[in-house]
């Protein structure tokens, strides 16, 4: 394989979610790791809170694909707010 080049092609998922402002600090860290542990066979997944996020991070978070929505009007509020 001499003057080839060989590439590794790793996955890392991310995924960002919002979660009901109810929540206890400790369900949410609770639900973070069952989404994590529920993602772990596509590779080591990253798994973002947007309630406790950096303001930077929710922004890039908001600019990716949304896969689902459960409340629009909370989501419309949510990105509202960060983009400001």
């Known amino acids: ?3 080839k080049k060989k590439y ?5 998922p ?5 979660l009901d402002a109810g929540m206890t600090d400790r369900q949410r860290f609770d639900l973070r790791l069952d989404l994590a ?3 772990s066979d596509l590779g080591e997944p990253d798994v973002t809170v947007l309630n ?3 303001a930077l991070l929710a922004h890039r978070a908001l600019m ?3 896969l689902f929505v459960r409340d ?3 989501w419309v509020r949510f990105f ?3 983009l400001r």
Request: with cysteine; proline share 4%; aromatic share 8%.
């Open 8 to 12: 590794i092609v790793s996955f890392h």
């Open 14 to 18: 991310c995924m960002a979610v919002y």
């Open 37 to 39: 542990a529920d993602l």
């Open 72 to 74: 629009r009007s909370a």
């Open 52 to 54: 406790t996020a950096p």
């Open 64 to 66: 990716g694909t949304r």
């Open 80 to 82: 509202v707010k960060t």
């Open 1 to 3: 394989m001499h003057g």
